[in-house]
């Protein structure tokens, strides 16, 4: 997509239909990779894996949808999540995201943290003060 080559961003596709292992019936992730025609890396998530990122989402939301549900992780250049996108998504609001956490400060990125709009009463800790309450952390 000419979007994603002009942001230069990479996209990685991943299928959850391996989880089961040698089980999992594949053809349904080849099916729609030769329908759509993606022109970007894919593969196959293992159980692991998406173990790994669903406990990742369990450790930032209440509730976890299940593997089948799309998600998109918006990684920095240091792999770092800057945005987490589940459910429906399209390119055009992760790239108007992208372009509001580049032009944003260290305010402003952590008042756009919440996953839900709201008014919140704080400002973001100081780097001693996480040290401090999260030294594992470290």
Same mark, same amino acid.
């Given at each position: ?5 002009? $942001?230069? #961003?990479?996209?990685l596709a991943?299928?959850a239909?391996g989880? $089961? *292992?040698?089980?999992?019936? =594949?053809?349904p992730?080849?099916e ?7 022109? %970007?890396?894919? *593969? ?5 894996? /998406?173990?790994? =990122?669903?406990?990742?989402?369990? @450790?930032? %939301? ?9 998600? /998109?992780? #918006? &990684?920095d250049?240091?792999?770092?999540? &800057?945005?987490?996108?589940? *459910?429906e998504f ?11 956490i580049l032009?944003?400060? /260290?305010i402003? &990125?952590y008042?756009? /943290?919440p996953?839900?709009? *709201?008014?919140?009463?704080t @400002?973001p =800790? ?7 309450? %999260?030294?594992?952390?470290?």
């Amino acid at each position: 997509m000419k979007a994603i080559r002009e $942001n230069k #961003l990479t996209v990685l596709a991943l299928s959850a239909d391996g989880i $089961n *292992g040698p089980k999992s019936d =594949l053809s349904p992730a080849y099916e729609l990779v030769e329908k759509t025609k993606i022109s %970007f890396p894919w *593969g196959i998530i293992d159980q692991k894996s /998406a173990r790994k =990122l669903h406990r990742f989402q369990e @450790n930032l %939301f209440d509730r976890t949808p299940e593997p089948s549900v799309p998600l /998109a992780i #918006l &990684l920095d250049q240091n792999h770092r999540a &800057l945005a987490i996108y589940r *459910g429906e998504f399209s390119i055009l609001t992760i790239l108007a995201d992208l372009k509001t956490i580049l032009s944003s400060n /260290a305010i402003q &990125l952590y008042h756009l /943290a919440p996953p839900m709009k *709201g008014t919140w009463f704080t @400002n973001p =800790l100081g780097q001693r003060e996480v040290d401090r309450l %999260f030294p594992v952390m470290r």
